[in-house]
């Protein structure tokens, strides 16, 4: 596991914990983290088979163990509400949360004052790139990309995707949302804004990377207070 930590103002970090979800395959790990699901998560592992069975149990587990260390709880006392989208919160709140995966790979982040989105996406070969990049982005970012596709064509267009799914999510709503109506625009080498459609700005700040260009992430947050 990776941690890292973004400090967006001085008293109020976001903290960040990477897993490899391979690390986590042996059988020991596999039942002491599936005895920690609720009833609600334990139907979405019957509902999987194989290895995307083995990565949700892991996915849940350590989150519930992220959470538990965070709030001083059990991992198995965490109680979660969801809202109309699906977004997981905490029942008696005390900190914000949201993670992503993508196949082995898992991204939990925490903060006392900022709502959360992440996001993880994996540099996989797209035959549809650009009916995803129609159905996701603006004109005005499709525009932003095709400037970058001579750069680096499947970079700028991951960037992107993560920094818009890490926005969505952070609103709680996710691809429920039709991905074209906000805007992400990268502001600095690692950060970058959210607009509406009329290009207002969104107090929603953004974070996002990438990793030796096979991994793009992205953290999208707004005060909570
Ligand atoms: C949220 C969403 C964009 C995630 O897409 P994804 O790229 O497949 O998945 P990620 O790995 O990045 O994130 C998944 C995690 O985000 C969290 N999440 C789920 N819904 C969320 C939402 N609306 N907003 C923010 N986070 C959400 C969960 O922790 C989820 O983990 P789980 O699937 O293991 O339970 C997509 O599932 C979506 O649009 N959901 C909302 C609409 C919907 O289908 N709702 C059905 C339930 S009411």
Redesign the pocket.
């Known amino acids: 596991m990776k941690s890292f930590v973004f400090y967006p103002d001085r008293e109020a970090p976001i903290s960040c914990y990477f897993f490899d979800l391979k690390k986590f395959l042996d059988d020991q790990s596999l039942s002491s983290f599936g005895l920690m699901l609720d009833d609600l998560?334990k139907q979405?592992v019957n509902l999987r088979k194989g290895i995307f069975r083995k990565r949700?149990i892991l996915?849940?587990g350590l989150?519930r163990k992220v959470l538990g260390k965070s709030l001083n709880k059990g991992p198995e006392d965490i109680v979660y509400t969801?809202?109309?989208?699906?977004?997981?919160g905490l029942e008696h709140g005390g900190i914000n949360f949201?993670?992503?995966?993508?196949d082995d790979l898992l991204l939990i982040c925490v903060s006392k004052k900022y709502r959360l989105?992440?996001?993880?996406?994996l540099h996989k070969k797209i035959e549809n790139l650009d009916t995803i990049s129609e159905e996701m982005f603006s004109s005005a970012e499709a525009d932003f990309m095709e400037q970058q596709l001579t750069i680096n064509k499947y970079n700028e267009f991951f960037n992107m995707w993560a920094r818009k799914?890490a926005l969505?999510?952070?609103?709680?709503?996710?691809?429920?949302h039709n991905p074209k109506t906000l805007e992400t625009f990268p502001q600095g080498r690692r950060s970058a804004g959210a607009f509406t459609e009329d290009k207002s700005r969104l107090p929603i700040q953004i974070y996002y990377g990438n990793i030796k260009n096979i991994l793009s992430w992205s953290i999208a947050f707004i005060s909570s207070l």
């Open positions: 998560e979405q949700y996915a849940h989150l969801r809202n109309s989208y699906g977004k997981p949201n993670m992503s995966h993508s989105g992440v996001d993880l996406q799914e969505l999510k952070c609103l709680g709503v996710g691809l429920m």
